[in-house]
């Protein structure tokens, strides 16, 4: 019985981080494609840190003209 309640409480612990946590969806705000057109997720801002959309997902995310 006890046991069965520190699981409830550990998936309860765990299901509270989760849902405390905010958005949780993107680690970086250059991930997201909202952020995209933003200065931060634009060169050369963003090529010292490496964390140009490019850089993040792995492709070219934005058109430079």
Known sequence: MIEK???AA????IAGIFYL???????YPCQDPANWE?????PPICSATRTCPSDLTGGASYVTQ
């Open 5 to 7: 309640l520190v699981w």
């Open 10 to 13: 550990f998936i309860a612990a």
């Open 21 to 27: 946590s905010g958005d949780g969806i993107y680690r």
């Open 38 to 42: 933003t200065p931060q997720c634009k």
